[in-house]
C-alpha cells in the first residue's frame, strides 16, 4: 500500500484495528510518510521522513517515490501494489517500470483526482495541476484495476472511459461515535464544522456565511475544529465574531463525537468531497447536515430528509439553510433521526473490509 499518508508508530486503536484485519487476509506492506520527530518500529511499516525542509518536502517525497517503489519491488516481490490517488499511481508505475517486475497496480479513488492540486495547498501545487491531470489519465488507463468507494467516484472513473474493478468504502472506525445512543440536540443553537481549512472544504464561503447568519440566529454558535492552509481566514471570522464562533485547531476522536453530540447540525460546504467520513460519523450521532450538494455528499445525504443541500460557492443559500435549521427544532429533530437510520449501509467491520480487499487483491492478480 502507497501514499503519501503520514503514520505514526505504535499505530493508533482504530488503525491497528484496520490493519490486524488486513493482516488475517493479505501480507501487508505499507511504503508511506512519517512525521519529522516521530519513532516506533512496524515491520509492515516503511516510513520516510521528510527528504526536504519545508515546502520542498513533497516534492521531495514524490520525486524519490519511484526509487523507492521499484527497491520495494526488487526486494519483496509483492502480488499487487494499492496506490491511492492519480499522482501517486502515475508515480508507482513508473516504479514498477524501473524495477522490472510484473507486480500488479490497483488505483484507490477516493475523490476528485483534480482536488489535489486545484483545492489544496499552496499557489505552487495549482500551477502543477495540468501536470497532475495528466499523471491521472495515465494512472486510471495503465493501472490493472481501480478501486472507488461511491458511486460518485465510480462516476468520475467512467468518465476517464474505464470500469472500476470495485467500489466499497474504506474502513471507518466509527465505535466511537456507536459507544452510547444519540443525545438530543443542546438548547443553543450550535452548527460545527470539522475538517483541514483547505480551499476544497471551502472555508472561505462558510466564513462568509455565518457572517450573514449569525446576525438572524440570536444566541447561536458556529464551532470550528481542523487546521491547515486558511487558517488566517478562520481567525478573521473570530475576531470579527468572537461571542459566535470559537475555534480548536484539533481534538481526539472521542471529543468529535462529544463536539457533535453539543451541536444542533453540521455543516459542510465543501467546493469538493469524495465521500464525506464526517457525514457518516454526524449521522451516527443523530445529527442531519447542511452541506453542498457536490461530489459524493449527495451519496449519503438527501436533501430535506437526513440533510439541507445548497448549490457550492453560494454563502447566500448556506447562510439561509443554517437559519432555517437553527431557528426550527423540529426541523432539527427531524434531520437528525433520519440521518441515523440513514448511517446504516456504511457501517461496516474491519473484517469486512479486509475481505473486500482481498478480493479486490484475488480478482486483479488473477487475470490473465
Given at each position: 500500500?502507497?501514499?503519501?499518508?503520514?503514520?505514526?508508530?505504535?499505530?493508533?486503536?482504530?488503525?491497528?484495528?484496520k490493519?490486524d484485519?488486513?493482516?488475517?487476509?493479505l501480507e501487508?506492506?505499507v511504503?508511506?510518510?512519517?512525521?519529522a520527530a516521530?519513532?516506533?518500529?512496524?515491520p509492515?511499516?516503511?516510513?520516510?521522513?521528510?527528504?526536504?525542509?519545508?515546502?520542498?518536502?513533497g516534492?521531495?517525497?514524490?520525486?524519490?517515490?519511484?526509487?523507492?517503489?521499484?527497491?520495494?519491488?526488487?526486494?519483496?516481490?509483492?502480488d499487487?501494489?494499492?496506490?491511492?490517488?492519480?499522482?501517486?499511481?502515475?508515480l508507482?508505475?513508473?516504479?514498477?517500470?524501473l524495477?522490472?517486475?510484473?507486480?500488479?497496480?490497483?488505483?484507490?479513488?477516493?475523490?476528485d483526482?483534480?482536488?489535489?492540486?486545484?483545492l489544496?495547498?499552496?499557489?505552487?501545487?495549482?500551477?502543477?495541476?495540468?501536470?497532475?491531470?495528466?499523471?491521472?489519465?495515465?494512472?486510471?488507463?495503465?493501472?490493472?484495476?481501480?478501486?472507488?468507494?461511491?458511486?460518485?467516484?465510480?462516476?468520475?472513473?467512467?468518465g476517464?472511459?474505464?470500469?472500476?474493478?470495485?467500489t466499497?468504502?474504506?474502513?471507518?472506525?466509527?465505535d466511537?461515535?456507536?459507544?452510547?445512543?444519540?443525545?438530543?440536540?443542546?438548547?443553543?443553537?450550535?452548527?460545527l464544522f470539522?475538517?483541514v481549512?483547505?480551499?476544497?472544504?471551502?472555508?472561505?464561503?462558510?466564513?462568509e456565511?455565518?457572517?450573514?447568519?449569525?446576525?438572524?440566529?440570536?444566541?447561536?454558535?458556529?464551532?470550528?475544529?481542523?487546521?491547515?492552509?486558511m487558517?488566517?481566514?478562520?481567525?478573521?471570522?473570530v475576531?470579527d465574531?468572537?461571542h459566535?464562533?470559537?475555534?480548536?485547531p484539533?481534538?481526539?476522536?472521542?471529543?468529535?463525537?462529544?463536539?457533535?453530540?453539543?451541536?444542533?447540525?453540521?455543516?459542510?460546504?465543501?467546493r469538493?468531497?469524495?465521500?464525506?467520513?464526517?457525514?457518516?460519523?454526524?449521522?451516527?450521532?443523530?445529527?442531519?447536515?447542511v452541506?453542498?450538494?457536490?461530489?459524493?455528499?449527495?451519496d449519503l445525504v438527501?436533501?430535506?430528509v437526513?440533510?439541507?443541500?445548497?448549490?457550492?460557492?453560494?454563502?447566500?443559500?448556506?447562510?439561509d439553510?443554517?437559519?432555517?435549521?437553527?431557528?426550527?427544532?423540529?426541523?432539527?429533530l427531524?434531520l437528525?433521526?433520519?440521518?441515523?437510520?440513514?448511517?446504516e449501509?456504511?457501517?461496516?467491520?474491519?473484517?469486512?473490509?479486509?475481505?473486500?480487499?482481498?478480493?479486490?487483491?484475488?480478482?486483479v492478480?488473477g487475470?490473465?
Amino acid at each position: 500500500m502507497v501514499g503519501r499518508t503520514r503514520y505514526t508508530l505504535p499505530l493508533d486503536p482504530s488503525l491497528a484495528r484496520k490493519f490486524d484485519a488486513l493482516g488475517r487476509q493479505l501480507e501487508v506492506r505499507v511504503l508511506a510518510a512519517r512525521p519529522a520527530a516521530a519513532g516506533g518500529h512496524d515491520p509492515r511499516f516503511r516510513l520516510f521522513g521528510p527528504a526536504a525542509p519545508g515546502r520542498l518536502e513533497g516534492a521531495a517525497f514524490w520525486g524519490l517515490l519511484p526509487f523507492r517503489v521499484a527497491r520495494e519491488l526488487r526486494s519483496w516481490r509483492p502480488d499487487a501494489v494499492l496506490s491511492q490517488g492519480g499522482q501517486e499511481t502515475a508515480l508507482v508505475l513508473l516504479g514498477r517500470a524501473l524495477s522490472g517486475t510484473a507486480t500488479r497496480v490497483i488505483m484507490d479513488v477516493h475523490g476528485d483526482p483534480g482536488s489535489a492540486t486545484r483545492l489544496y495547498g499552496s499557489r505552487l501545487r495549482r500551477a502543477l495541476a495540468p501536470l497532475g491531470d495528466l499523471l491521472t489519465r495515465v494512472a486510471i488507463h495503465r493501472a490493472d484495476g481501480v478501486r472507488t468507494i461511491s458511486a460518485y467516484t465510480s462516476d468520475l472513473v467512467r468518465g476517464y472511459g474505464v470500469e472500476p474493478t470495485a467500489t466499497f468504502p474504506a474502513f471507518m472506525d466509527l465505535d466511537p461515535f456507536l459507544a452510547t445512543p444519540p443525545t438530543a440536540p443542546p438548547n443553543r443553537p450550535v452548527a460545527l464544522f470539522v475538517g483541514v481549512l483547505e480551499r476544497y472544504k471551502a472555508i472561505d464561503i462558510l466564513a462568509e456565511a455565518w457572517r450573514r447568519a449569525s446576525p438572524r440566529v440570536p444566541g447561536a454558535e458556529l464551532r470550528l475544529v481542523g487546521r491547515g492552509t486558511m487558517t488566517a481566514t478562520v481567525e478573521r471570522l473570530v475576531a470579527d465574531l468572537p461571542h459566535s464562533t470559537h475555534w480548536v485547531p484539533r481534538v481526539p476522536t472521542p471529543e468529535v463525537a462529544r463536539a457533535l453530540d453539543e451541536a444542533t447540525v453540521l455543516v459542510l460546504p465543501s467546493r469538493s468531497e469524495g465521500l464525506g467520513r464526517v457525514v457518516i460519523e454526524a449521522f451516527c450521532r443523530g445529527r442531519g447536515v447542511v452541506a453542498s450538494r457536490v461530489g459524493g455528499i449527495p451519496d449519503l445525504v438527501e436533501d430535506g430528509v437526513s440533510g439541507l443541500l445548497v448549490p457550492p460557492g453560494d454563502a447566500g443559500a448556506l447562510a439561509d439553510a443554517l437559519v432555517r435549521v437553527l431557528t426550527d427544532d423540529e426541523l432539527a429533530l427531524g434531520l437528525g433521526r433520519a440521518a441515523r437510520m440513514a448511517v446504516e449501509p456504511w457501517l461496516a467491520s474491519p473484517d469486512d473490509y479486509a475481505l473486500r480487499m482481498r478480493e479486490l487483491v484475488d480478482d486483479v492478480v488473477g487475470r490473465p
